[in-house]
C-alpha cells in the first residue's frame, strides 16, 4: 500500500517510523511519503491561509497550493483515494479502516486553522473518489493527528503488518462476531497479584466455558459503557442471561 501525506507540519509524522508499522516501511509492505505544502506555495513567506470570504474568525487554507499540491502527489490517470480530515466529516469507524486497508493508495490532506477553500474538494472530486472524514466528536488544531489515528488503524489491517492475525478478528468492533461489542477485561501472569486472583474460569482449559465468559463480558461492558451499541448486537437466550444478571 501507498500513503502519501500533505501537511504544513511534516515533523508531526515521526512517529510512522516506529513500532509495526516502522517495521513494514523498512520492510517496503507499506510505502509513506510525506510532503511540506509550503513547498507549493510560492510567494516569499510561502502563504498557506487567508481570511474567510464572508467574514468571521480565524484562517482559511488557500485553494492554489492545494490544487498545485494534489496535481503533483496525484498525476491523472490515478488510483488513489483521497482522504480528508475534518470534524464536519463523516464518522471513521473499523469498517472504513477495513475498507481503506484494501486500497492501493491512499492520500491525506492536512487541514489547519478552519479549513480547507471548499473548491479543492470539488476539483479533487473530478479526478478522485473524495472522503471527507472525522475521528470524532470534539474539535482538533487540525488534521494531522487525525491522520496519524487512521494510519494506525488502517495499517495494522494489512497482511504482515500486525504480529498475529487473530488479534484483528477478536477486536471491539471487528467486523463479524465483535462487530457492535466492546472487548472485555484481560489477563496475564502472575496468577495473584496484590491479592487479585485471575478469573478461575480463564485458567479451566474449559475453551467452551472461557468463550461464554469472554462474550458475557463483552455484553455487560458494552451495556454499562455504550448502551446504543447493544441493539445493533443479534442475541440469543444465553446473551440475553448474562445481560440481565
Ligand atoms: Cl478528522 N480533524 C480535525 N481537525 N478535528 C477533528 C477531526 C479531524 N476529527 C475530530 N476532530
Redo the contacts with the bound molecule.
Keep these: 500500500m501507498r500513503l502519501d501525506i500533505v501537511t504544513i507540519f511534516p515533523e508531526y509524522f515521526a512517529p510512522l517510523d516506529v513500532s509495526l508499522l516502522g517495521k513494514a516501511r523498512r520492510r517496503g509492505d507499506v510505502d509513506v511519503h510525506v510532503h511540506d505544502l509550503r513547498g507549493w506555495a510560492h510567494d516569499r513567506h510561502r502563504t498557506v491561509d487567508d481570511t474567510p470570504y464572508g467574514g468571521g474568525p480565524g484562517m482559511v487554507m488557500k485553494p492554489e497550493p492545494w490544487g498545485e499540491a494534489l496535481d503533483a502527489v496525484v498525476p491523472p490517470p490515478s488510483s488513489a483515494r483521497l482522504v480528508v ?3 464536519s ?1 463523516r464518522p471513521f469507524t473499523q469498517e472504513l479502516a477495513v475498507e481503506y486497508a484494501a486500497e492501493p493508495w491512499l492520500v491525506f490532506a492536512c ?1 489547519r486553522y478552519e479549513g480547507i477553500d471548499a473548491r479543492v474538494i470539488e476539483d479533487a472530486r473530478e479526478r478522485m473518489p473524495v472522503d471527507e ?4 466528536d ?6 494531522e493527528v ?1 491522520v496519524l489515528v487512521i494510519v494506525e488503524a488502517v495499517s495494522r489491517l494489512l497482511p504482515g503488518v500486525l504480529g498475529n492475525a487473530d488479534s484483528v478478528t477478536d477486536d471491539s468492533f471487528a467486523p463479524g462476531r465483535m462487530e457492535a461489542l466492546l472487548e472485555g477485561p484481560v489477563y496475564t501472569k502472575p496468577a495473584t497479584w496484590r491479592g487479585r486472583d485471575v478469573p478461575d474460569v480463564l485458567m479451566s482449559g474449559n475453551h467452551g466455558a472461557i468463550a461464554r465468559w469472554r462474550r458475557d463480558q463483552a455484553l455487560r461492558r458494552t451495556a454499562a459503557r455504550r448502551p446504543e451499541l447493544i441493539g445493533r448486537n443479534p442475541l440469543d437466550e444465553a446473551d440475553r442471561r448474562a445481560l440481565a444478571e
Design positions: 480530515p475534518t470534524p466529516g487541514g472524514v472525522s475521528i470524532g470534539y474539535v482538533l488544531a487540525g488534521g487525525a
